[in-house]
């Protein structure tokens, strides 16, 4: 167990509709990432945030945004969605320093019809 | 930033120790080379991070040579339970965020 969760676990749901997804960093971390994984293209970093400030943007699609709240906990919004969205997307949480390490949640998977 | 390579696969049996090296030719004087693990629908989970010469856990042993452009993970005595894909980055000097390649996917057999 890392220490980080997300909710939900799975999610269904169909094309054009928007989902939150939730994640509670492990406690005393900062800085919260968010990572797309699809068969496709593998492991891929979206967005970080640092104490509630976006710090670093990776692959993120103008339909995905992200916030990190006052609690240190994120959420990911993904909108207009489409069936290339579907894939597995995980949160990891650092102290936010440099080269410090990564802990990832369990994931949330998305499926979308 | 530095790319990074390694095997897409390899196959090992119980108790054997395992190899697995990653060449990163651009490597910058600043960069850290970190290994992950990753099992099928679960996040990675890091396993070591290194600098240079050798760097060893209670999991692993990260080996760096002097030119630093490649890195040897050695896993000693796998378990069917380090069945896994292992991912080498860089990571980039100032920077937190990671870019994961494709991995190598380690099979342990009986």
């Known amino acids: 167990d890392s220490g980080v969760t997300q909710t939900p676990k799975h999610l269904i749901t169909a094309t054009g509709q928007r989902v939150t997804l939730r994640c509670s960093p492990r406690s005393g971390d900062l800085s919260v990432y968010w990572y797309q994984q699809s068969l496709d293209q593998g492991l891929q970093f979206l967005i970080q945030?640092?104490?509630?400030?976006?710090?670093a943007k990776g692959n993120i699609l103008e339909r995905f945004s992200a916030q990190q709240f006052p609690d240190l906990h994120s959420e990911l919004n993904l909108s207009s969605l489409e069936l290339g969205d579907s894939a597995l997307y995980f949160c990891a949480s650092s102290g936010g320093g440099p080269q410090e390490t990564q802990y990832f949640g369990p994931g949330t998977r998305l499926l979308v019809l | 930033l530095a790319k990074t390579t390694q095997p897409i696969s390899m196959d090992s049996y119980e108790g054997q120790e395992v190899n697995i090296t990653c060449s990163h030719n651009?490597?910058?004087?600043?960069?850290?080379i970190t290994w992950y693990q990753q099992f099928p629908s679960q996040g990675p989970r890091f396993i070591i991070q290194g600098y240079k010469t050798k760097v060893t856990n209670e999991v692993a042993s990260l080996f760096i040579p002097a030119d630093r452009k490649s890195s040897t993970l050695s896993l000693p005595r796998v378990s069917l339970s380090d069945t896994a894909v292992y991912y080498c980055l860089v990571v980039l000097s100032g920077y937190s965020t990671l870019t994961f390649g494709k991995g190598t996917m380690l099979l342990v057999s009986p």
């Open positions: 945030y640092y104490n509630g400030e976006e710090r």
């Open positions: 651009n490597i910058a004087t600043n960069d850290y």
